[in-house]
């Protein structure tokens, strides 16, 4: 069989559908309705214990769950697609250096935005706070990365389609994004328009302003 990749429209599984479309690989989508809490349905925590979504069956039929994860297990499958530079080249260390913060960072965040109930009682301030977190590190990712457009200047890193999806959520792409950090703003942009990956992003978002 080929790829199976479960997920939902807006959520982490977009992420790896424009990582599949820029290597050319077809997979198979099985969606996941979050506004329906699918992912926590018992048949597919026997896929994903932790009930989220995204979850990749890879063609031998391991499943490889955590989107950093599935990135990464892409990358080494498809090293002719050139999702990240070669070990020995700086530019990977950048590249891993500003994905896992997104994914250390930013993702806990948006759990905590988007379920605040789960963290306590005062759901508005738990909320807040983390929207209020994420903006900060964007603000540093804004500051010290520089993406132009992408984080190595013309090349395309899974970095960056990491960092597109993410700048997407929490509110932040409608007003926020583009008037505090441009540049991540232009990341998004790019990735959206690369002819590649155009269907893919119109799947789950607008073209970035």
Do not use: K
């Amino acid at each position: 069989m080929g790829y199976v990749l479960y997920g939902d429209r807006r959520s982490g599984s977009c992420i790896i559908e424009l990582a599949l479309a820029e290597i050319g690989a077809e997979a198979e989508l099985r969606p996941v309705p979050l506004d329906r809490d699918a992912q926590l349905a018992s048949d597919y925590r026997r896929l994903n214990p932790m009930g989220r979504v995204p979850t990749l069956l890879l063609p031998d039929g391991t499943v490889v769950t955590e989107s950093t994860a599935i990135l990464l297990a892409l990358e080494a499958r498809h090293p002719g697609a050139g999702l990240l530079p070669p070990g020995d080249d700086p530019g990977r260390a950048v590249a891993l250096r500003w994905m896992m913060l997104a994914a250390s960072e930013i993702y806990p965040c948006v759990t905590r935005a988007d379920y605040p109930e789960r963290f306590g009682d005062d759901a508005p301030s738990i909320r807040a706070r983390a929207v209020g977190m994420a903006r900060e590190t964007w603000r540093i990712i804004e500051a010290e990365a520089r993406p132009d457009p992408f984080l190595l200047g013309q090349r395309l890193t899974l970095a960056d389609l990491h960092l597109a999806v993410l700048s997407r959520w929490m509110g932040n792409e409608a007003e926020w994004m583009p008037a505090h950090c441009p540049r991540v703003q232009s990341l998004a942009r790019a990735v959206a328009t690369r002819p590649r990956l155009a269907a893919a992003w119109g799947r789950h978002f607008a073209v970035p302003a």
